[in-house]
């Protein structure tokens, strides 16, 4: 099959790995892969060097931006409309909000210009929901805007892949879609790098990088330092934990712009010698990031299924989460904890809690690797991917 992904940016995130996993596999399946994207402004960094893959086709439209800003919607949806119409792929396939729309239209119109029989519409047009642009941390005005734009979407779309059960669910509840036109697959995790031990001088040489002691427990966070990454609720229960468990450092992975703000808020606490920031870090490092910490603690308030817990899972460790979207398939009592949002008593509680057990931490480590192995490989997503491809254009 021909085939076309569409992605706002390829900024270091788990929608966009997601992707390039799915091109990767694809394209050394045999099929003409190519990924159109836009380009990757701000802090948080880009896999551009990840998406040069000599299996498949990588182009960068200045004019794909995130903001929603007519002096670059239009033009943008022009030029994907016009490749579209040069390529005639059989499957256009977009991620994320503002690619999901312009792409979705722009295949949709680019069918007549191919000249396809009306009974049987070239391409098909797949999109997967990695997070739904609505949510309860913003106006009803806005979430009624992006509803509406995501049901007029839904009726050029031949099928929807879903990263989690939940996003299904809140995509049906909005009215966005029918049951039989979704289907969940996980988003891939590059598993190997995560399940191989990682020597103990690496990690040795991480904890010293960051003035980490040998003995120290250690809670990390993934996540970019922005609106809705849940950062200030593990601040206020850092200030709750610290003098109960001297110990203990809080490791932030990643950057944006909250940074600054963060910094001083932890200085002013007191607390600026407990947390240590990294700024960003490749995706090849995640694994050593996480196998030189103890506990994962993921606080957004936002989130499909944010990939960092079950990376976690699979390198042995727990996951502390707040209870949204679609982390209550991975996190449970068995696995980590699972907590009610924007709620600190039950946060600080929990991180006590495997703080103070480490025999309880490396159970629920085990049993989260064991539980997640088969449901985040890539081969597990690219099957089931391909799979609603070819039922498409059979």
Known sequence: MKIV??????????????????????ARRGHNVTLITGPALGPEGDLYEQAKDKDFKFLVLNELRRQINPVYDIPAYLTIKHLLEQMKPDIVHTHSAKAGILGRYAAYAS??????????????????????????????????????????????????????DAMTNQALAAGIGSREKFTTAYSAIEEDNFLKPVPA??????????????????????????????????????????????????????????ADKYKK????????HRFRFTGLVPPSQIPLVIQASDILVHCSLREGLARTLPQAMLCGRPAVSFDIDGAREVVNENTGRLIAPENVDQLTAACAELIGDKTLREKLGDAGRESVKEMFSPKTMVDTIENVYQQLVA
């Open 111 to 164: 069918r007549r210009r191919m000249g396809f029989s009306p009974s049987i519409p070239k391409p098909k047009i797949v999109h997967t929901i990695h997070g739904l642009a609505f949510h309860p941390y913003q106006s009803s005005r806005l979430n009624k805007f992006y509803i509406a734009v995501e049901k007029a979407a839904a009726k050029r779309t031949n099928a929807f892949i879903s990263v989690a």
């Open 5 to 26: 992904h569409i992605i706002t940016r390829l900024i270091l995130g788990g929608a966009q790995e997601n992707t390039l996993i799915t091109c990767k596999l694809l």
């Open 201 to 258: 001088e690496k990690i040795n040489e991480f904890r010293h990088k960051y003035a980490i002691l040998p003995d120290a427990i250690v809670l990390v966070t993934i996540a970019r330092l922005f609106h809705l990454k849940g950062h200030k609720f593990i601040i206020e229960s850092a200030k709750r934990l610290a003098s109960r468990f001297p110990s203990v450092i809080w490791l932030f992975v990643g950057d944006g712009i909250l």
């Open 265 to 272: 808020t932890i200085d002013d606490l007191g607390l600026g």
